[in-house]
């Protein structure tokens, strides 16, 4: 699972063509993923469980910040650009990294959340 995850966040970079340093995969409680400008990425590991669509979402979020830094205009349109057609449950563009794993629960497993 994890294995195939890395593969699948691989053939993205290769796709925006980036390169980050380091892919981590860790348990995460409070983000889905995280950037930082060393270019290390690290990912939740409550992904694995998600559908596709939303992976991505998450995915391409992260990769892009190795090219814009912000959430910007050139951040959305990039966006757009690799997700035309992004899952009408999890919107692209409503995604951001510095969301919590609460504020953008899905509509898979709510209940799973409850502390
Ligand atoms: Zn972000």
């Avoid at 889905?32 to 991505?56: K, N, T």
């Avoid at 690799?82 to 953008?104: D, F, G, I, R």
Wanted: charged share 25%; hydrophobic share 35%.
């Amino acid at each position: 699972m994890r294995k195939a995850f890395h593969l699948e966040v691989q053939a993205w970079a290769q796709k925006i063509g980036v390169q980050p340093k380091r892919i981590q995969i860790q348990r995460m409680t409070r983000k889905w993923a995280s950037w930082s400008s060393s270019g290390r990425i690290c990912f939740s590991d409550d992904l694995l469980s998600e559908p596709e669509s939303f992976r991505e979402v998450v995915i391409v979020h992260e990769l892009l910040h190795c090219i814009v830094p912000n959430h910007g205009k050139l951040f959305k349109s990039l966006m757009k650009a690799y997700l035309p057609n992004p899952a009408k449950a999890v919107p692209a563009t409503s995604y951001t990294c510095s969301k919590t794993l609460e504020s953008m629960s899905k509509r898979c497993r709510p209940e799973s959340r409850t502390r």
